[in-house]
């Protein structure tokens, strides 16, 4: 299906583990973004990618590790999850363009307890 | 640094009522502008957008103008119905540098009774 897809979309897991959230896109658009929603802050952005094996930090990026090694695929990782990162989590992805919208995956509930 | 301010909510209405939802922004550049509604347990979709001064996004009969002397960009309808419940976010794109991600505001929780 044409989109942009997130998994798993409910997550719990302990403080300490690791955890990795996907995202898949199938418009080949250059740019991917990861996002944090919480209560009172809106989104905050985590971590984006402009191509391929090209990601850099945003606004809350400690704690989380990307990667971005073709075109479609953008996972997020909690090396070692935090209470503090029970969050939802939203994958987007855009053109290059200025004048262009990000289009949103479902989103990610994850809790850690 | 760029940022959006949205009205605080949440907003209760009546069926039918008029909307005005108030976002102004900070910004170097021009901007592009956009508004975006989060149904429960969904991710955003894009309403509306408008991406030079003066221009006016408008869809589903939501409706918004980029002012750029009083850097603003508010949303409104005419006549919210209860399928309008829903979160809305401003959200800002910028012109210049290779980020282009979006800026958002903190959005305002729009509920609609019958």
């Known amino acids: 299906d044409a989109g942009i897809t997130q998994s798993p979309r409910y997550k719990i897991t302990e403080t300490g583990r690791q955890v990795t959230l996907m995202c898949h896109q199938t418009w080949s658009h250059s740019y991917m973004f990861w996002y944090r929603q919480d209560l009172g802050h809106g989104l905050r952005l985590i971590y984006y990618?402009?191509?391929?094996?090209?990601?850099d930090k945003g606004e809350v990026p400690d704690g989380y590790v990307v990667s971005r090694s073709k075109t479609e695929n953008f996972p997020l990782t909690l090396e070692s999850a935090t209470r503090s990162q029970t969050s939802v989590y939203f994958c987007?992805?855009?053109?290059?363009?200025?004048?262009?919208?990000?289009?949103f995956g479902q989103g990610t509930r994850l809790t850690v307890v | 640094g760029d940022s959006v301010t949205q009205m605080e909510g949440p907003v209760t209405l009546s069926e039918e009522a008029f909307l005005t939802i108030n976002c102004t922004y900070t910004?170097?550049?021009?901007?592009?502008l956009f508004w975006y509604v989060q149904y429960p347990g969904e991710g955003l979709q894009l309403l509306l957008k408008a991406t030079k001064a003066d221009d006016k996004g408008s869809n589903k009969g939501f409706e918004a103008t980029y002012r750029k002397e009083t850097t603003s960009f508010h949303l409104e309808k005419g006549s919210v119905q209860v399928s309008d419940s829903a979160v809305y976010f401003c959200?800002?794109?910028?012109?210049?540098?290779?980020?282009?991600?979006?800026?958002f505001g903190s959005g305002t929780q729009l509920t609609v009774l019958p």
């Open positions: 990618s402009a191509a391929a094996d090209i990601t």
């Open positions: 987007a992805s855009s053109e290059g363009r200025v004048n262009t919208e990000a289009f």
């Open positions: 910004a170097t550049g021009y901007p592009s």
């Open positions: 959200a800002l794109k910028l012109a210049a540098g290779s980020a282009r991600q979006l800026t």
